[in-house]
């Protein structure tokens, strides 16, 4: 192998730098679209249902979660994923009697 060193060669530096600074750049040519918060959290108000759902399910589920949840069930049983059954019931709940009133507020909230 090599001397040990943990040096990054020139080339995979100027990558890194490079990446980086595109990101830079897309992220300060885009946040020009969005003139307060409201408009970033919320898409504008124009993000779709089926892209809210994919969001929130998205935000629930990690790998930890998946990985947690596995090796919990081989070790307890499947009954460990009654846990997420429950979290739709929830869902459909708070969906049908909290999120009309929320909606009729007009506030925002991060999950």
């Known amino acids: 192998m090599g001397t040990g060193g943990t040096a990054l ?3 995979d530096s100027g990558l890194v730098a490079g990446y980086l600074g ?3 750049a897309l992220g300060l040519l885009l946040s020009r679209r969005h003139t307060s918060t ?3 959290f919320l898409a504008s108000r124009r993000a779709s249902w089926p ?9 629930n589920i990690s790998p930890g979660a998946l990985i947690g949840i596995t090796g919990s069930s081989y070790a307890l049983g499947i ?3 009654n846990y997420d ?12 009697f909290f999120l009309p009133a929320i ?4 506030v925002y909230t991060i999950p």
């Open 9 to 11: 060669p020139l080339l």
């Open 38 to 40: 409201g408009e970033y």
């Open 103 to 106: 909606l009729a507020a007009r």
């Open 79 to 81: 009954s460990v994923y």
């Open 22 to 24: 595109a990101i830079l």
């Open 85 to 96: 059954w429950m979290a739709t019931v929830i869902l459909v709940i708070f969906a049908l």
């Open 51 to 59: 892209t809210v759902g994919l969001a929130l399910v998205g935000s």
